[in-house]
T-cell receptor, first 113, second 112 residues
Framework: DQQVKQNSPSLSVQEGRISILNCDYT??????FLWYKKYPAEGPTFLIS?????DKNEDGRFTVFLNKSAKHLSLHIVPSQPGDSAVYFC????????????FGQGTRLTINP | DVKVTQSSRYLVKRTGEKVFLECVQD?????MFWYRQDPGLGLRLIYF???????EKGDIPEGYSVSREKKERFSLILESASTNQTSMYLC???????????FGSGTRLTVV
């Protein structure tokens, strides 16, 4: 039972354009969402997060949008750069519960020069 | 910077062997976690610990156990390794709250 789903295993985007990565969740108890970035042979690193009281959070080139009614979030990267090529994981947490994260399957983003 | 160190980058073990994966963090974090990463499945939580000698099952604990005798060290144990435990294993620690996860570089375990 995959509570956090990333339905696109891979995405290819041209350098300078916008990258949009999508994530859906099923558990209505989730109220905090994060994106992690992972390079090969390294552990995931935190990128950006959003609380359910917001619908948008921005940090430089990265913006996360949350649509609670649709149980959907997306990560926008603009402009995309070659160094953004990595696997991106969406993660969710229910603050009331244990301090653990539930991750999606990941999306491999490739930025083409 | 918080550092989470996993003792081995690559391991090859035989079916039926007892396998120990070690994880050490250097920032006095209370919480420690073991995940495995598999293609198409993402990261799945095996076990986690909130304090020394405390452990909680994650989503896929079968075939695994853990040990946390000291605050900085969290060990994952495969009692009798099987080929379906071939995977990338990732350890993480956090001080409190889900924002502060720091992951190790991972151990790629192959069971033959």
């Amino acid at each position: 039972d995959q509570q956090v789903k990333q339905n696109s295993p891979s995405l290819s985007v041209q350098e300078g354009r916008i990258s949009i990565l999508n994530c859906d969740y099923t558990n209505s108890m989730f109220d905090y969402f994060l994106w992690y970035k992972k390079y090969p042979a390294e552990g995931p690193t935190f990128l950006i997060s959003i609380s359910s009281i917001k619908d948008k959070n921005e940090d430089g080139r990265f913006t996360v949008f949350l649509n609670k009614s649709a149980k959907h979030l997306s990560l926008h990267i603009v402009p995309s750069q070659p160094g953004d090529s990595a696997v991106y994981f969406c993660a969710a947490s229910a603050r009331q519960g244990a301090q653990k994260l539930v991750f999606g399957q990941g999306t491999r983003l490739t930025i083409n020069p | 910077d918080v550092k989470v160190t996993q003792s081995s980058r690559y391991l090859v073990k035989r079916t039926g062997e007892k396998v120990f994966l070690e994880c050490v963090q250097d920032m006095d974090h209370e919480n420690m976690f073991w995940y495995r990463q598999d293609p198409g499945l993402g990261l799945r939580l095996i076990y986690f610990s909130y304090d020394v000698k405390m452990k909680e099952k994650g989503d896929i604990p079968e075939g695994y156990s853990v040990s946390r005798e000291k605050k900085e060290r969290f060990s994952l144990i495969l009692e009798s390794a099987s080929t379906n435990q071939t995977s990338m294993y990732l350890c993480a620690s956090s001080f409190g709250g889900v924002n502060g996860y720091t992951f190790g570089s991972g151990t790629r375990l192959t069971v033959v």
